[in-house]
């Protein structure tokens, strides 16, 4: 199993960027934190590869952030054991230092801009910005209409279930998962993260590269919303003394999809991407008579909730390719010797804090 673990750091939402970047590695751990700025092109994805092939090339534990805007970009890297964050900090998820000079740095790219050859490009380039800009609205409003039928059909099934068998599933699910002997820790913390996204690839899902050696499977009617199950594990885990990590839903912002429980190597999934251990069936707990009732409701729902998404994810490859459009404004007026400067520089610096430590 490869040791570097794959996350979105945010993701587009009904109601805009959903950001988990005050997340992404833990205060404790955090020893320096880079936040590189620099528009689009100016190779912020590449520096962060260089980095982390410096820091983690022989296999260490790290965790690859990846854009959801670009999956084949990176957004951020985190690098526990060296105690490294470098990410993007330039919008929609702008980031600047919290204790500048003593652990947060700076790294403008910019600065290998020719600025004097940028700004005849001006009035292009602003155009394609706010072409840009209306195509992440778009696909926001057509996220908010997949929302609001979801909500609905949701809303359908909860009042359909039989809230009894329900109760004796999720009591024997909680024991399920904290049937594991494990050493409670002394202050459990929960931790948003972002498995699954919107991008203009389509729906993606990295579940199946944060599985754990035990996955349990939540079986349910795709309109279920099983977040109040999910969270009810959640606090019985926290209870009982480990840190969890619930795995939002970008798609109906408020909704968990997976729950991980680390210290138990545990995932609780909704998703059928990964062979289970054990099955709870949710959807069982709605009587088949109530099913056949609002069956065409769910069907019609299904089927305009897909149409929402394909528009929206239809936008948002748009919204890409003009963001590689503006890139073509960047790429030439770069000065990538002076761009290779500033990453040998910055390994050094990382070096140097390494020895220094040892």
């Known amino acids: 199993m490869s040791t570097a673990r794959a996350l979105f750091p945010g993701a587009m939402t009904p109601d805009g960027f ?18 590189l700025k620099g528009g689009p092109g100016v190779g912020k994805s590449t520096f962060m590869r260089r ?12 965790t690859l952030y990846f854009c959801s805007g670009d999956p084949d970009s990176l957004d951020a890297v985190a690098a526990p054991r060296a105690g490294v964050l470098i990410l993007d900090g330039t919008a929609p998820h702008i980031v600047d230092p919290q204790f500048p000079g003593a652990r947060d740095s700076i790294v403008n790219l910019g600065e290998c801009l020719d600025e004097e050859a940028m700004r005849p490009r001006l009035p292009q380039i602003r ?24 909500q609905d059909n949701a809303a359908l099934l909860a009042a359909a279930v039989e809230p009894e068998r329900e109760e004796r599933m999720l009591r024997a699910l909680i024991q399920t998962v904290l049937g ?6 002394s202050q459990p913390r929960v931790r948003p993260v972002i498995t699954d996204a919107v991008t203009p690839k389509g729906e993606l899902c990295l579940i199946a590269e944060n599985a754990r050696p035990r996955v349990i499977r939540l079986a349910r009617h795709w309109a279920s919303d099983l977040t109040p199950v999910l969270r009810r594990v959640s606090l019985a885990a926290q209870g009982a003394g480990y840190s969890v990590e619930e795995h939002l839903c970008p798609a109906a912002p408020g909704r968990l999809l997976h729950l991980s429980i680390p210290a138990l190597e ?3 999934t909704t998703s059928d991407l990964l062979p289970s251990e054990q099955l709870f069936d949710f959807a069982a707990c709605v009587p088949q008579s109530a099913l056949l009732r609002c069956e065409c409701t769910l069907e019609q729902g299904r089927a305009d909730v897909k149409l929402h998404m394909h528009r929206a994810v239809a936008a948002l490859a748009q919204a890409k390719q003009l963001h590689d459009e503006l890139e073509t404004f960047y790429v030439p007026n770069m000065d990538f010797a002076r761009w290779q400067e500033m990453l040998d520089g910055t390994l050094a610096s990382l070096e140097d804090a390494r020895v220094g430590r040892e």
Request: proline share 6%; net charge neutral; charged share 20%.
């Open 18 to 35: 959903v950001s988990c970047f005050d997340h992404l590695l833990p205060d404790a751990e955090l020893r320096r934190k880079l936040i």
């Open 51 to 62: 980095v982390h092939a410096a820091l983690c090339g022989d296999g260490q534990p790290s």
């Open 127 to 150: 155009e394609c910005m706010a072409d840009n800009a209306a195509c992440t609205r778009r696909a926001r409003a057509c996220m908010q209409a997949a929302r609001a039928i979801m």
């Open 180 to 185: 594991v002997d494990a050493p409670p820790q």
């Open 266 to 268: 545990t995932l609780v």
